[in-house]
């Protein structure tokens, strides 16, 4: 399984095969098209679904429902957690 974090308003993340992004469309855009829920009186137009959709994660890969996944960085150590705590208190 590999996981990728989606900042706000990214382009796009690659994972190998898998692309995610963290906006749809773009505000400048919106009047040309229709939301979700409206009827759409006019053939050319289409029912998007427009905004910024991020910070989340992406999940290559299956997971089990209801199940609490621990997300770690790359070479997480149990003993640092104070070091750990001292760095993102400083941010």
């Given amino acids: 399984m590999k ?10 993340v690659v994972v190998d095969d898998f692309r995610f992004r963290g906006s ?8 040309k098209f229709q939301y979700i829920g409206r009827k759409n009186k006019d053939n050319k ?14 999940v290559v890969g299956n997971l089990d429902l ?3 996944y621990n997300i ?5 150590v149990p003993s640092y957690m104070p070091i750990y705590f001292k760095i993102r208190y400083e941010d």
């Fill in 3 to 12: 996981i990728a974090a989606v900042p706000d308003s990214a382009p796009v």
């Fill in 24 to 31: 749809a469309g773009f505000m400048e855009d919106a009047l």
């Fill in 45 to 58: 137009e289409y029912k998007y679904v427009r905004g910024l959709y991020g910070p989340y994660l992406g």
């Fill in 66 to 68: 209801a199940t609490m």
């Fill in 72 to 76: 770690y960085i790359p070479g997480y």
